[in-house]
Every structure is written in C-alpha cells, then in structure tokens.
C-alpha cells in the first residue's frame, strides 16, 4: 500500500498562497495533509477528501411577517458518503457561506469516522441573522429551506441536525415538511427532534456532555481535584450551557462563561444554575432563542470575551464560532487544557503556538462529537420504533466517547503527536479502509492488493 508521496501532496494542497489567504476548506483539508503523512492509506481515499461529493446552494423566498418577500441564500454539502449516509447539522448565521460549509462539511466526515458512526459528513446552512426574524417567519424559513433541499437528503442519503441558532424546535419543523414533500412520516429523516416529535432523551445536551467525559477521562490522569480547578467557557449556548451546568455539578470551579454580549467571571466559581436561568430568562422567545445575555448576572465581573480567552484557568473551553484562537492571541493563552466543544475554533497557526507551549487541545472532531453520536442513536431508535431512556442513552454515550478518547490519546502517544492530528489518524485509517475495500488502483492495474 503506498504511502501518500510528498509530491502529490503538495500538488494537491499548495498552490503558493500562505494559509490564511486560503479558502476555509483549504485551511481545513491542511490537517488532513499533515495526518496523511503518519498512515499509510491509499492515495485515492485522499484524493476523494479533497473533493465534496456534492454541493447545493439554493434561493429560499420567504415572506416577511409586514408582506414583503425576502430571498435567503441556503446550502447544504455532502462532504463524503465513503462510510455512510452524510450526517451533520444546519446552521442560521450572517457569515454563513459555501467555503465554510464545505469545511465544515469535512469535519463532520473526520467526526463520525473518529466516533466509528457508519456515516458521511455533511453541513449546511442560511445566511441570515435569525434575530432578526420573528418565530412565524423562521419556521416559514424553515419549511421553505426544506422544501428546497427535500431532494437531496433523506434517512440513507443525508440526515440533518440542530448547529449554530439551529435547535429541536426548528428540527420539528424541518421533520414536519419533509414528511409532507415525501408523503411519509418520516423521523430518522432529521435528528436533534423535540422527544415528542420522535427525539431522542439526552440529545440536547449530548454535545456538552461529550465534552463533560472528555474532560472526566483527562482528570483521571491528571488527578484533578474539582474544587481546585478552574474552567473558563466561552459561548454559552446549548453546547455551553450544558458543559457548565455538569461541571458545576461535578464541584468544578466554573469561574468565567461569555456569550455574544461579553463575559462574566467570579474567582470563586459562578453559580451555573443561576447564570442559565438569567440568561434564559426572556421567555416569550425562549422557545426558539434564549435572548437573555450573561451579562445580566449581577454577582460576577464583566470581561470582554478576548479576555475571557486569556484568563489564567487550568481549563478553556471554546463553544462558540470557529476560528476564536488565532496566531493574534494563543501566544497569550494560560489554560493547560483546551477541549473544542465549538467546530473549528483554533487556527492551524495558533495550533503550532499552542503545541510549542505545552497547551494540550482536545479536538473538535472529538471533543463535541457527543451530539453526532446522540443524533446517532436518535436515527436508530426512529428506525426501529425504539425509545431508549435518558440513562441508556447517558450510558452509550458515556462509553463511546471514552473508547475514542483512548484511542486517540493512545496514538498521540505512540506517534509523538498532537491529540488533533492523532484524531485525523484515526479517522482516516477508518476512511482509508473503507476506499481500499471498494478497489484501488494499485488492485485494478494487477497490484495485490494495495
Ligand atoms: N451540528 C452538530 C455538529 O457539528 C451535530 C451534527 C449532527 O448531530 O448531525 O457536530
């Protein structure tokens, strides 16, 4: 089996632009190049990775609550089938565009092969500033988006999630729509559902809880003690609400949460349970956003969300956008530990600072890999007519994320590398495997088999 040459490497990544200049998903297959060059795979499974299987932008007319009509720009991406049906969520956002989507897209692909979930990676997404929208008109959006696209998803092609301003009640929706396009009632169509409407129990705070075990199974090796040890999160939404409010429990000092309006911090560890009830607080649009800010939390000191970012704790957890810890600031950064509940939040740059500075990262692709893998169980339930407990679900959970987290951080050991690039290794051995069970050309030219 050849290991990937050099050369083809370079033709395939570089074409003499630095980094940063190039497109996001360029930026993100670079991690992919650097994992390539520790496994031995062959060629043409990285060959596939560099090309999204499919792609799909689409104009969604929705007509504003006052009578006038406005055209969103929507997209979905099938980044690669090679494992599975493509799987991953849809994010509402302003800065939401194609390039993104597309990286976005292959680290669904990287996610559910480190997790071992027989699926693809898929994104997309609208670029809107739902804020902005009342409830009636997202979830007009939201049917139209799904009108749009009904052709190219489905519970064997694509299945989407709840991501960024995306959550269950949207799902529903979403659910809802296609089951009228395809004339069936179709659950396992779409994950992240409300339980009434075929949702699994534990899936909206699975993210946060993968994460949780992350943190759990490093504790064991480091011996930390909850009371002495110090987390920050920044992005306080569903993933990192849910974090915070499990690490509370755990007797963790969460000394420092922020959200898009800034950032609270309190030496002495902050009362969780009282900072998501104030943040959450303005009921009327709870039910689609909490509209709250942390901010209003009164017994804690106000922090721009950069400094959240430098404060001197043992634990960061980054959970909101991508692309937060930069080559500007992870020279500053003091945390020991970084866990990714976000997609994308580190910069390849800021990484290599990072890794000169001891800073161990917990990455994306495994750290908030708890929601793909409770969407998971989701889809199975839909398609067997199950309904599993929150506890079995918990359980599941709890147990797959630690096997990965093993292998990952067993092979980061054995190679000398990051704990990202062994997460990489990982998944493309499984992808590699899956390319070279379809034929190569090594065995189509006479080859045995390589
Ligand atoms: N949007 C989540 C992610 O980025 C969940 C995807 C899913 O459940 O399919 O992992």
Redesign the pocket.
Known sequence: MPLMSNALLYRLITSGEPLMSKSAFKRALARLDQAAEHVEIPEETFIRLHHPRAVLSVAVPVRRDDGSLEIFTGYRVHHSDLLGPC???L?YHPDVDLEEVKA?AF??TC?CAVMDLPYGGA?GGVTVDPRKLSMMEIERLSRGLIRQIADFIGPEVD?????VYTNERIMGWMMDEYSQVVRRRTPAVI??KPVALGGSLGRSTA?GRGGWVCLRELGKEYDWQPEKTRIAIQGFGNAGQAIARLLHEDGFRVVAVSDSKGAIFNDDGLDIPSVIEHKNRHSELEAVYCDGSVCETHDAEQLSNEELLELGVDVLVPAAMDDVITADNASKIKARVIIELA?GPTTAEADDILTDNDVLVIPDILA??G??T??YFEWVQNRRGEQWSESEVHERLDKRMAAQFGKVMALADEHKVSARLAAYMLALKRLGAAAEALGTAHEFNGGSGG
């Open positions: 799987k991953g969520g994010r976005l680290w669904m996610k994104k299945i989407p999630a709840p991501d994950t992240g993210t997609n908030n890999a929601g793909v409770v969407s």
